[in-house]
């Protein structure tokens, strides 16, 4: 339900009926409220391709959490575990694991790896199934690329079942506990979401936003007011998590955080 929910407000499919009422409206004559819904495809074409709606909404959630630094674990003792989120990959045996990695997960382990060598002595959690279209699990592929970026094989361990990420967040909690301090590795924009759920498994996580859609370099640039398709992926991403987040809330509504 949540699945479809989303896809069905993503800013294509609403760009897609407002067409569709236009067209109804023209077939059956009615060339008032047409033109009305060719305007409205045309300003929501605008607004869901250009970055002034589109930055808000992502940098309202990529800008909750700050970029982890050593002095949140300047008084942590004990083992430090190092959670790196599943985002996506291919197990296309022609690449080796570095590239058959997405993006976005590439940059979610390269920030793990910053981390896990800021201290020495953690653990590196890869997190993540197979998927529908793979046989190796995202958490393998990326254990693989960190061993070669350098990463000692001892120290990784991995979680290969979770499906979403309030899977990981359980699993993490029946393979790990919670006595370890746990830093939370995910995309920006992923983070609250991502955070309230590991909360709500009654872990306490340190966030470690990574892969940020929103960087003010960009504003430097003149191509940057242009439209562009790129702006219709980061609203179908913001999308998908507000979505996901209300979701969440209401569904866990009856679990209580510990305390």
């Known amino acids: ?54 930055d808000l909404l992502v940098r309202n959630l990529e800008n909750r959490y700050a970029v982890f630094s050593p002095e949140y674990l300047q008084n942590k003792k004990g083992p430090v575990n190092i959670l790196v989120l599943g985002g996506g990959c291919t197990d296309d045996k022609r690449l080796p694991a570095n590239s058959q990695l997405e993006a976005g997960s590439i940059a979610r382990l ?64 029946q393979m790990f506990g919670d ?20 909360r709500k498994a009654g872990l306490k996580p340190i966030a470690a936003p990574a892969d940020f859609m929103v960087k003010n370099e960009k504003r430097k640039s003149m191509q940057y007011w242009f439209p562009s398709a790129g702006y219709i992926k980061e609203m179908e991403d913001a999308v998908h998590e507000y979505v996901g987040l209300a979701w969440y809330k209401v569904r866990l509504v009856t679990v209580k955080q510990p305390g």
Request: charged share 15%; aromatic share 10%; no cysteine.
């Open 179 to 198: 006595s370890a301090t746990l830093v939370l590795v995910t995309s920006a924009i992923h983070i609250p979401r991502t955070m309230y759920l590991f």
């Open 1 to 54: 339900m949540r699945t479809f929910i989303s896809n069905i407000i993503l800013p294509l499919p609403v760009l897609w009926v407002f067409m569709l009422l236009a067209f109804i409206q023209y077939i059956r004559k009615k060339k008032t409220s047409s033109r009305i819904f060719v305007v409205l495809s045309v300003l929501w074409l605008l607004v869901i391709s250009t970055p002034f709606v589109t």
């Open 110 to 173: 390269s920030e793990g790896i910053r981390i896990h060598r800021l201290f020495p002595g953690s653990t590196l959690i890869t997190s993540g199934y197979a998927g529908t279209s793979n046989d190796t699990p995202h958490a393998i592929v990326a254990a693989k690329a960190a061993i070669l970026l350098g990463v000692d094989p001892a120290s990784i361990k991995r979680q290969e079942t979770p499906e979403n990420t309030w899977q990981e967040a359980l699993t993490y909690k």
